[in-house]
């Protein structure tokens, strides 16, 4: 079974340009979650979709993010634009319902 | 305001020595407690967990110690191998939002062969 996917694996933009993010979860998994972890700190919530409806966006920063999920399959988040401090990983997760979360590799987005 | 602190930030142990990871939280409603371990270019994975029912959990050379009063778990590899060499985050979720978690810092592990 393929695991959850995110692409593309790096990103180096520059200060006020437009990136997507995408994450492919696992084949049947409704649940779908964003992460972020700034350099050397935590790892935080940004938000949840259960299928196609975010349930819970109380983490994103700022209205510079969007995030989708059309038809509750795969989801992008945007940022735009893009801010020095919105450098770090970006992880996505999915899980099934009430299961352990399946995390993607990650984003590394490098804003200039 | 960060909810779990997690603590060393990084760690250096000699192959078959001892790994300890610790952190706090303060937030009572707190009530599963998960460790995740990351190896570079993977993402975060589930490595062991623990309810505050329980003061310890052991799965293998892996152990979680939990002291409810204190507020603060650890995780502890015993005979810890180059290939335990990872990052860990420690983590917390409440109990009425099943899908929320926050998580620790990261402590980067380096085991020496």
């Known amino acids: 079974e393929a695991g959850v996917t995110q692409f593309p694996s790096h990103s180096v933009i520059e200060k006020g340009q437009t990136v997507t993010l995408r994450c492919d979860p696992i084949?049947?998994?409704?649940?779908l979650y964003w992460y972020r972890r700034v350099m050397g700190k935590e790892i935080k919530f940004l938000l949840h979709?259960?299928?196609?409806?975010?349930?819970?966006e109380s983490g994103m920063p700022n209205n510079r993010f969007l995030a989708e999920r059309t038809g509750g399959t795969y989801s992008t988040l945007k940022v735009q634009p893009a801010e020095l401090e919105d450098s770090g990983v970006y992880f996505c997760?999915?899980?099934?319902?009430?299961?352990?979360?399946?995390f993607g590799p990650g984003t590394r987005l490098t804003v200039l | 305001q960060q909810q779990v602190k997690q603590s060393p930030q990084s760690l250096i142990v000699q192959k078959g020595g001892i790994s300890i990871i610790n952190c706090a939280y303060e937030?009572?409603?707190?009530?599963?407690f998960p460790w995740y371990q990351q190896f570079p270019g993977k993402g975060p994975a589930l490595l062991i967990a623990?309810?505050?029912?329980?003061s310890e959990k052991k799965e293998g050379r892996f152990t979680i110690s939990f002291n409810k009063s204190a507020k603060q778990f650890s995780l502890h590899i015993m005979d810890s191998q180059p290939g335990d060499s990872a990052t860990y985050f420690c983590?917390?979720?409440?109990?009425?939002?099943?899908?929320?978690?926050?998580f620790g810092s990261g402590t980067k592990l380096n085991v020496k062969p």
């Open positions: 937030n009572t409603a707190f009530d599963y």
């Open positions: 084949s049947g998994h409704d649940n």
């Open positions: 979709f259960v299928k196609e409806s975010k349930q819970d």
């Open positions: 997760a999915s899980s099934q319902e009430k299961s352990p979360q399946f």
């Open positions: 983590a917390a979720r409440i109990e009425n939002n099943f899908n929320k978690f926050y």
């Open positions: 623990i309810r505050p029912d329980v």
